[in-house]
């Protein structure tokens, strides 16, 4: 049998049904020299699960000083090593990045060897925008990287995808609120993949309501929509009173509505709210400046026959 590769092949394993494991891991695992593990005894399990007997040695966030010059030694000796963590893919929110990163400053080959991802099955099941997605993982708990974060966040117009631990669930769902606002849409993929996987779809205040009535337990990963353009428009374009205010003036300046409108809409480019013809049906509803006969058809017709924007 042909000899694989000698590299560092990072394979994921399953992150709760055992099924899920693939094909390929389950050889790789078996031909390797080494297998690294975030959990040596959680990880044995695994494997005594699938019978693989293999070497295993620990890697975990604690250890990466001692074992990256070891790992490394064994990979220039013509030894391969797969790097297994304790659930999905190694290097993602998962100790590994230092790892790969070494191995390929010693131009050892790095083989990825994919599999379950919270992150990627949470936002595909999430019926939230999928085109564009950012991974953020798990926010920082340092409060003022926590608020510069959340800042950004909010910001953010692709869906954004996030690592929880349950018990920090809850301030976890406040912070977003206070940062994306009460009615930003959000889903809470939990336990995937597990006997009691389910999905909760709904709004951030809705969201920790939830959690108030049913405290968290298990795994989560949540999937947050993205900043959208409605929201924007929203928070960018004046009020409705502003608008309203603005347009009195105006009129009582003495010009028509359909000017008034017009001058507004021009004013308020940037907003697609206040289209020149929002602004006249507006308009309508203000009590007309004395002296002035602003309903005139003449002028109604000259703001409706050239609506452009609306
Ligand atoms: N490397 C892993 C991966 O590929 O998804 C992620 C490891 S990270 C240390 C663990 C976090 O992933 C958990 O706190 C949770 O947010 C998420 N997670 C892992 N398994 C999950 C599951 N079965 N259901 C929901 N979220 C899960």
């Known amino acids: 049998m042909e000899r694989p590769t000698v590299g560092l092949y990072l394979v994921a394993t399953p992150i709760g049904n055992r099924e899920d494991i693939t094909l390929r891991a389950l050889r790789v695992l078996r031909e390797v020299d080494w297998v690294a593990a975030e959990d040596?005894?959680?990880?044995?399990?695994?494997?005594?699960?699938?019978?693989?007997?293999?070497?295993?040695?620990?890697?975990?966030?604690?250890?990466?000083a001692q074992r990256i010059p070891q790992i490394l030694k064994y990979l220039a000796a013509g030894q391969s090593v797969a790097l297994i963590s304790d659930a999905g893919t190694p290097a993602i929110s998962d100790p590994g990045e230092e790892l790969v990163r070494a191995c390929i400053q010693a131009g050892i080959p790095v083989i990825p060897v994919p599999g379950p991802v919270a992150a990627v099955a949470a936002l595909a099941a999430s019926g939230l925008a999928t085109g564009r997605f950012v991974f953020e993982g798990f926010l920082p708990l340092k409060a003022s990287q926590r608020q510069a974060r959340l800042q950004q966040l909010a910001q953010e117009e692709r869906t954004i995808v996030l690592y929880e631990a349950p018990h920090r669930l809850q301030q976890t769902l406040q912070d977003l609120?206070?940062?994306c606002g009460p009615e930003r849409q959000i889903v809470l993929a939990r336990e995937l993949t597990k006997l009691h996987e389910s999905f909760w779809r709904g709004s951030l205040?809705?969201?920790?309501?939830?959690?108030?009535?049913?405290?968290?337990?298990?795994?989560?990963?949540?999937?947050?929509?993205?900043?959208?353009a409605s929201q924007k428009d929203?928070?960018?374009?004046?009020?409705?009173?502003?608008?309203?205010?603005?347009?009195?003036?105006?009129?009582?300046e003495g010009l028509p509505r359909s000017a008034a409108s017009r001058q507004l809409a021009q004013r308020f480019q940037g907003s697609p709210l206040w289209t020149r013809r929002r602004l006249y049906d507006l308009s309508l509803q203000l009590e007309p400046p004395p002296g002035s006969d602003c309903s005139s058809a003449v002028e109604l017709s000259s703001a409706t026959d050239d609506e452009t924007d609306s």
């Open 205 to 228: 205040a809705a969201a920790l309501e939830h959690c108030a009535a049913q405290p968290p337990r298990g795994e989560f990963t949540l999937v947050l929509e993205g900043r959208s």
């Open 234 to 252: 929203e928070e960018t374009s004046p009020s409705e009173a502003e608008v309203r205010q603005e347009l009195a003036r105006l009129l009582a």
């Open 40 to 64: 040596t005894r959680h990880s044995g399990q695994l494997l005594k699960h699938f019978q693989i007997s293999a070497r295993l040695i620990s890697y975990h966030e604690h250890n990466t």
């Open 177 to 179: 609120l206070a940062h």
